[in-house]
């Protein structure tokens, strides 16, 4: 039923005539909505979708957000490493869109933290052990002692569990890992013990794993929790701010540039703008919560605070 409605309420608002949408509440409603903004060449912002498939513009050419996915983690763990003195890293990573996504920019930002990526494994399935064990085998043959793991839950598992049968979980690896994947691990080492006589010990054999992740709430933190009852008392409508302040400012600019500005105006109106709409329109230099807002031809923020 919540599917249909907000099917419903997408359909009836584009009917509308919108030049623009702002929204939804999360990747999952999201993801109906912009499939129909990009195909009417309508752009779209969230400030909630943070799901790595809305970097794929052959489905959504229009859409751009104003939270961070997270592949820009990458850059967080590097400066960690940095801190840290680590200097030498390898890149392990599942060969999808996110993984490739993060290698990507793990590489660009190493660059300019004098980090040096001594490999980069790609992993074409976790299903196949053979696969996990021989792309664990390269990167670390590579000289890479301090590894990046840039893969969802499941796969992360499963990689961590053929990393310690290999002896690869030990005082001289340490694991940056993509994401707090905490319970699926543990889960994961209890299914283990289930089915070997060998048990693994997670407290005391899966020491050197740091996870990065960033968090939307912080419950049980008491400033969050009293930040958060005087929030719920303002306009909903404040949650989109920023979505709605680069939306105008972009258009202000695609106006403010055009040669006639009222025919600009009226192309707007009516829809007819077309590529003029796209995620790479709306780089107009603001600065919102997260801090500036750059995109890249994905829609997808370069900048910001995570």
């Known amino acids: 039923m919540a599917v249909t409605n907000a099917v419903y309420a997408s359909v009836t608002l584009l009917q509308q005539g919108v030049i623009g949408v702002i929204g939804d509440i999360s990747s999952s409603w999201t993801s109906l909505s912009a499939l129909m903004t990009s195909t009417l060449e309508i752009p779209q ?19 751009f957000r104003t939270i961070p996915t997270q592949v820009i983690v990458a850059d967080v763990m590097l400066s ?8 030498k890293l390898g890149v392990l990573y599942t060969d999808d869109p996110l993984g490739q996504q993060f290698y990507q920019r793990a590489l660009l930002q190493a660059v300019g933290m004098d980090l040096h990526i001594l490999r980069y494994q790609s992993i074409e399935s976790t299903d196949n052990k053979d696969d996990v064990a021989n792309a664990l085998k390269n990167i670390t043959n590579g000289g890479a002692r301090i590894i990046m793991v840039a893969a969802t839950a499941k796969p992360q598992t499963q990689i961590m ?13 340490v694991w940056l890992m993509l994401g707090d994947t905490t319970e699926e691990l543990q889960a994961a080492v209890g299914s283990y013990n289930t089915n070997h006589s060998t048990e693994i010990n997670y407290a005391v054999d899966y020491q050197g794993l740091f996870m990065f992740d960033y968090w939307l709430s912080l419950d049980g933190y008491a ?10 008392t303002m306009d ?3 949650l989109a701010y920023s979505c709605m302040m680069i939306m105008a400012e972009g258009f202000g600019k695609i106006i403010n540039n055009s040669k006639n500005q009222t025919d600009e105006l009226l192309r707007l109106a009516s829809g007819e703008l077309g590529d003029e709409m796209l995620p790479t329109a709306f780089n107009i230099g603001y600065v919102g919560p997260q801090g500036p807002m750059t995109y890249d031809s994905n829609g ?4 910001g605070y995570i």
Do not use: R
Request: glycine share 4%; proline share 4%; charged share 20%.
């Open 161 to 173: 569990l053929q990393a310690h049968e290999m002896g690869l979980v030990s005082k001289d690896y």
């Open 300 to 303: 997808d923020l370069t900048t």
């Open 236 to 238: 909903p409508d404040a």
């Open 223 to 232: 400033p969050f929790e009293k930040f958060m009852s005087e929030w719920i």
């Open 80 to 87: 960690f490493a940095a801190k840290q003195g680590w200097n």
């Open 45 to 63: 912002c969230s400030f909630t979708a943070n799901a790595i498939a809305f970097s794929d513009k052959t489905q959504y050419k229009y859409f």
